[in-house]
């Protein structure tokens, strides 16, 4: 019986892996249904949010919208919060992730007390993440006033996350083409767009790890045209109400008290202090107040077409926000700031930064290290490019786990470690690039993205104070080793010298060598 008791486990393996394909097989989505199209509502002039927007522009130019930059987290969730609690006609909600957790359930308890009071709520969502959370979206788009729609929802429906992919393996197109925007809009009023998802660890509330990253607060016209951008993908084919992906099995009174259930879960909201660090008081208090501080300015939206997702790689990069930005950042004459947490350049990048370099500009890319990052993959791919883009000229910093936290600029990181994700460039501290769009080729090519180009150097200077002040530590400045094949890790040390690292700092051997076995195998395009 020992000897038998193998082949017995391996048979059971066989047989479980057939078993596995052949759902994977199965799993599918009921056909499409037509449905009359739904549009932003326009007539806000009376709500209080539209007011407000109204009086507080320049009368000289009604081309000028008005922006605040938000780089702390606790101002940056507020800024949504309080949108949410002012709206009295519709709330346009676009995320690539909203997470089960403290930041979500508030968030979502927020659109359904708007939803109460008769706001309509539209809520989109990429579907990739939702993984066990079908209840909760299930549960409050029951309410009245509330409609949630999934973007290019897996086939199958398993509370696992894992289990959700393998069982959609059969359809591997769905699962990588996401929709990665986010956006949230109030009486097509105002609007918070830039590069924060909504989880606990883009709003200082994770315990191993916190995300540095950047939103900004709009008004004006260029709120329209996102509200614009946001219906072509409302009322995308792509965009399924949940009810024909997860059937309401309660009746309306009990999946209403099952979300007041699963939200009263949540922490009380993040806690804020009277003034940010560029000293501007809470979003909520001004919109109270009415005296908001915003820099008024020419913008220029980028948004991806949602059928993005449908194209060869080719066809959807042209006319895509990556190509939008990548055509500014291109018109830079002097200098360009870019920062990404996920930088592969390639050879479109390279062939564009040594251009620039050779007419005179100077480049300066912000990315994660190997500690930082959340995508190892993501900077293998980058590390294959970097000691090139040292040798044309390229100043490259990393952000270093345990280091850039402890400014106190961009939050309070706690125990937990730093990570870049906002996505931002400054071109030739003149105009402010802000959005959801990595600089690589998924962002390019394969998910569809959202980016703002501000005209504005009163912007820019508030985002250099930002950064400026006593040794602000971006983390490890990079260098070429003495005869220009190895790369050095700088680092300031308590009496302003420098400390050199031959190697990468920290202890990776394990991840570069999970990143040596898989990268040749999923390869460049797949980043």
């Given at each position: 019986m020992a000897a038998s008791s193998p082949i017995r486990r391996l048979a059971a393996l066989v047989w479980a892996a057939v078993a596995l394909a052949w759902l994977a097989g199965c799993a599918g989505l009921p056909p499409p249904q037509p449905r009359a199209p739904a549009m932003a509502i326009t007539d806000v002039a009376d709500t209080a949010l539209g007011q407000l927007a109204r009086q507080r522009a320049p009368q000289e130019s009604e081309s000028l919208s008005g922006f605040r930059l938000l780089p702390e987290a606790a101002f940056a969730f507020d800024a949504r919060i309080s949108l949410a609690r002012h709206a009295e006609k519709s709330l346009d909600v676009q995320y690539y992730l909203i997470q089960n957790d403290d930041v979500g359930l508030l968030l979502l308890r927020e659109l359904r007390e708007a939803a109460a009071r008769g706001v309509r709520v539209r809520l989109l969502v990429d579907d990739l993440y939702t993984a066990g959370e079908d209840?909760?979206?299930?549960?409050?788009?029951?309410?009245?006033?509330?409609?949630?729609?999934?973007?290019?929802?897996?086939?199958s429906r398993a509370d696992s996350f894992a289990l959700r992919?393998?069982?959609?393996?059969?359809?591997?197109?769905?699962?990588?083409?996401?929709?990665?925007?986010?956006?949230?809009?109030?009486?097509?009023?105002?609007?918070?767009?830039?590069?924060?998802?909504?989880?606990?660890?883009?709003?200082?509330?994770?315990?191993?790890?916190?995300?540095?990253?950047?939103?900004?607060?709009?008004?004006?016209?260029?709120?329209?045209?996102?509200?614009?951008?946001?219906?072509?993908?409302?009322?995308?084919?792509?965009?399924?109400?949940?009810?024909?992906?997860?059937?309401?099995?309660?009746?309306?009174?009990?999946?209403?008290?099952?979300f007041d259930a699963l939200a009263a879960a949540a922490l009380p909201d993040v806690r804020i202090r009277p003034r940010d660090v560029l000293d501007h008081s809470p979003v909520g208090e001004q919109l109270a107040t009415g005296k908001l501080e915003l820099q008024w300015a020419t913008s220029t939206l980028f948004v991806d077409d949602p059928a993005k997702i449908t194209r060869t790689s080719e066809a959807a990069y042209e006319g895509s926000v990556t190509a939008g930005a990548l055509g500014v950042i291109n018109s830079a004459k002097r200098e360009v700031k870019i920062g990404s947490p996920y930088f592969i350049p390639g050879a479109r990048g390279m062939?564009?930064?040594?251009?620039?370099?050779?007419?005179?500009?100077?480049?300066?890319?912000?990315?994660?290290?190997?500690?930082?990052?959340?995508?190892?993959?993501?900077?293998?791919?980058?590390?294959?490019?970097?000691?090139?883009?040292?040798?044309?000229?390229?100043?490259?910093?990393?952000?270093?786990?345990?280091?850039?936290?402890?400014?106190?600029?961009?939050?309070?990181?706690?125990?937990?470690?730093?990570?870049?994700?906002?996505?931002?460039?400054?071109?030739?501290?003149?105009?402010?690039?802000?959005?959801?769009?990595?600089?690589?080729?998924?962002?390019?090519?394969?998910?569809?993205?959202?980016?703002?180009?501000?005209?504005?150097?009163?912007?820019?200077?508030?985002y250099e104070r930002l950064m400026s002040g006593e040794r602000v530590s971006l983390g490890y400045r990079l260098r070429l080793a003495p005869g220009g094949r190895r790369v050095q890790w700088l680092e300031y040390d308590d009496a302003g010298g420098d400390i050199v690292h031959e190697d990468e700092p920290g202890e990776f051997l394990w991840l570069r060598f999970k990143n040596w076995l898989l990268l040749p195998i999923v390869g460049e395009e797949l980043l």
């Open positions: 209840e909760v979206f299930s549960a409050l788009s029951a309410f009245p006033n509330v409609e949630v729609r999934l973007f290019n929802p897996l086939p992919l393998l069982f959609s393996l059969g359809d591997f197109g769905r699962i990588n083409h996401r929709m990665h925007n986010k956006l949230l809009v109030a009486d097509n009023s105002f609007a918070v767009s830039g590069g924060r998802n909504i989880a606990n660890e883009y709003f200082m509330r994770g315990t191993a790890a916190n995300f540095i990253d950047m939103d900004v607060l709009s008004c004006g016209p260029v709120v329209r045209r996102m509200s614009e951008g946001f219906d072509r993908y409302w009322n995308s084919e792509h965009a399924w109400p949940i009810e024909r992906i997860v059937p309401q099995r309660m009746a309306a009174e009990e999946a209403h008290k099952r062939a564009m930064m040594k251009q620039a370099i050779e007419r005179g500009g100077r480049i300066t890319v912000v990315t994660n290290s190997l500690g930082a990052t959340d995508e190892p993959l993501a900077y293998a791919g980058y590390e294959r490019y970097r000691a090139d883009m040292l040798k044309i000229g390229v100043t490259i910093y990393e952000i270093a786990p345990r280091l850039t936290g402890r400014s106190g600029r961009f939050g309070d990181f706690g125990q937990s470690i730093s990570r870049l994700h906002a996505k931002l460039a400054v071109i030739d501290g003149e105009r402010f690039f802000v959005g959801s769009m990595n600089l690589d080729r998924r962002s390019a090519a394969v998910n569809t993205e959202m980016g703002l180009v501000i005209d504005s150097p009163a912007l820019v200077a508030d």
